[in-house]
């Protein structure tokens, strides 16, 4: 369960990465670093992540910002965080995911808990693993597993994520590196808690 908490902590901390306003190619939703996230792949998303919501009786409002600007996030947290596991050299094996999964449970007991973080079913596993490589990629930057090694960890893990590029489609918002996004674009209002 500590993984998992510490991938959420990580992930949240995407929010503090750069994120250019540059033009992007038509039909992505996103570009990181060199990787084109498609509008096709985040509508797919979307719907996913609504319908596994709805089964759970999550309200979307727990997400703190409209479904598709909160899937768009994470699906850029993933991947940029997967181009800095590859450069860092912080490979994740299926028997790690396995033992993770094992170790919380089961994949069902899993799920859901990625569920209340935004995570639709369908992409447990790329999260987990990525998850997981963010903890190695921290007690590697930090050099230990104490809080010390953690917060100089994480702090680096930050330093190294923003120097990925990420630009996002107009179409999804504005996004403020400080803040995430402020602004709705075409797909709902962002709460309060969101522009925190």
Known sequence: MKSIRMAVAVAALGVAVSACSSPVQ?????VVGNERISASDLNTNVKQLESALAKAQIPQSQLGLPVT???LLQMVNVVQFRQLASKAGAKVTDGEI???????????????????????PAYTREWLGTSIAINKMMQQYGGGTDEA????????LIEQASA???TYSPRYGTFDPQ???????????PTSAAQG
Do not use: N
């Open 26 to 30: 038509a039909g992505s939703a996103a």
């Open 69 to 71: 600007q909160y899937a």
């Open 98 to 120: 396995d033992q993770l999964i094992a170790s919380q449970g089961g994949l069902a007991a899993l799920e859901k808990q990625t569920l209340a973080q935004g995570v639709p």
């Open 149 to 156: 090694a953690r917060q100089r960890g994480q702090q680096k």
């Open 164 to 166: 990925i590029k990420v």
């Open 179 to 189: 803040k995430g996004f402020v602004d709705a674009g075409r797909f709902g209002k």
